[in-house]
């Protein structure tokens, strides 16, 4: 069924596991995904980022994603990833996601809490939920490529949190969007600090790359939703190769299943890893 961010990541925090939120680019993305969360009897995310919506328009791949998780046998929140123009954010809430992001990251604190404020008040009229962000995840993100990181501080969280009241919020602990070229420095006692000193459920950018064991510390310290893209384009890929590789005849088909199933592993995998797996 189809549910709001708020609702399942007010769960995850108080069970103290992670919800995987898991982007998406096509329907056999969306049906791999849904089908690890239903056998694995688990609560799941499923997103689009804005810097993508050019290979998947949202007026196209919004209702695929509505429709799968009103049919699911779980938990789906379906979410706007990294949104910065507030008229597609509309557009989102119109065709029914459950949560948006606005990624205010790039700019002034300020002017952060000014849209995010904003963005709540719209949100609010569609009873959606809403994710901002604050500090700097590395990596890419929409327009702003090669980003460097800045570690979210104790105060500013504080403060965002305060005055703006989101219902997720992502803190940058050294994380970066993509693969990681050399290896993260992830600073889980900023996290467990502004675990302790602000109520709302924690959002981790950047989870591909990351080990089992990053992930599992990531959620003792306060994680509930970790946000997982790249591995998931990069299994079907790989997927692809290896189909490629040894079959002369591919069919159409043969590749719309190795889309679905790299994602249903890929995804199962993560699930049992966050532990959301059982808590439906
Ligand atoms: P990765 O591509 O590193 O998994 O990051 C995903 C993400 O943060 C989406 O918002
Ligand atoms: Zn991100
Ligand atoms: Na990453």
Redesign the pocket.
Known sequence: SLVTLEQILKQAKAGRYGIGAF?VANMEMVMGAIEAAEELNSPIILQV?EGRLRYSPLPLIGPVMVAAAKAAKVPVAVHY??GFDLALIKQALELGFSSVMFDGSHGPLDQNIETTRKVMTLAAEFGASVEAEIGK?G?SEGDYAGVEIMITSVEDAKRFYAETQVHALAVAIGT???EYKVEPNLRFDRLQEIHDQVAVPLVL?????LLAGDFRRAITHGVSKV?????SFQSIVKRMYAIFSDNQGVTYFQLHDAIRQATYENVKEHICIFGSNNQC
């Open positions: 982007n980022a990833d990294h995840v990596g970066a969007h993509g950018h950047g989870g591909s790359g946000n997982i893209a790249t591995a």
